[in-house]
């Protein structure tokens, strides 16, 4: 049985470029389109006000100015926080984006999205996801390559659902737990999104079987990355953007 239109490019690289640049920024995406990737993955939170933004922490101190939830400042006060000093001084002062900011950059510049719901909290999966969903349904409204929603919580997966039910969905796992295939089967998904090592010729074949994609995330060893190949995986998300990299500049 054929698989269904896969419009993704098998290379996506993680938070942006980074590790080479401030993660989840307009920066790392930037350089990791001069490596020549033309699909990224990022996580993104709500502020307290509901605005979709682009952080993979609970909490801010790692890689911004702030302190604190991550979740607990509204939009105002998040966009003047500093995401790039804790990178390196050629960084300083490169804000936190919006999801809006980001959709821009990827519809003019023709690239692919892998949003990755990243709540604050069990409770507040279902509500991140609804909203986060709906946000990006109207942001990509009419166009042939909507971003892909993938998360571990598969309570985060049904809100986007809800939120916005034709915008693709992913399962992601860091294990192989009981059950795992009919999770995603039951919400819908159109892709497993695995850690590396799971996957195999067996997981992949299920998985391709039931007309699902698989992804595996973080393939940074090239040895890795030619097993996997090997296997027929549909998508590699990788930090080593410039191990694994072709293509020409973009527009900003």
């Given amino acids: 049985m054929a698989l269904p239109d896969w419009p993704y490019p098998l290379w996506i690289a993680h938070r942006g470029a980074g590790t080479l640049a401030p993660e989840n920024t307009l920066a790392a995406f930037r350089l990791g389109a001069a490596h020549g990737y033309r699909a990224f993955e990022c996580d993104v939170k709500l502020s307290a006000d509901g605005v979709p933004f682009l952080i993979h922490d609970a909490t801010l101190e790692r890689t911004t100015s702030g302190r604190g939830s991550a979740c607990d ?8 926080l500093d995401a790039g000093s804790w990178h390196g001084r050629a960084w300083a002062g490169e804000p936190p984006p919006s999801l809006d900011s980001i959709a821009r950059f990827c519809l003019r510049n023709g690239f692919a999205l892998n949003i990755e719901l990243k709540p604050p909290s069990a409770e507040a999966a279902k509500a991140t996801g609804r909203a986060v969903a709906a946000a990006a349904a109207t942001l990509w409204s009419g166009e042939a390559r909507p971003p892909l929603l993938s998360s571990f919580r598969p309570e985060a997966l049904a809100g986007a659902r809800e939120g916005a039910p034709d915008l693709p969905r992913a399962l992601l796992l860091d294990e192989l737990r009981p059950g795992w295939l009919d999770t995603a089967l039951d919400l819908g998904c159109v ?3 695995c850690h590396h090592p799971l996957l195999d010729a067996a997981s992949v074949g299920r998985l391709h079987d039931n007309r699902l994609r698989a992804l595996a995330y973080t393939v940074n060893d090239p040895a890795e990355a030619r097993r ?7 998508g590699l998300i990788t930090d080593a953007v410039d191990r694994f990299s072709a293509g020409p500049g973009v527009r900003d």
């Fill in 228 to 234: 996997l190949l090997g296997l027929g995986v549909d």
């Fill in 73 to 80: 400042l509204d939009w105002g006060a998040l966009s003047r």
């Fill in 191 to 193: 892709a497993v999104v």
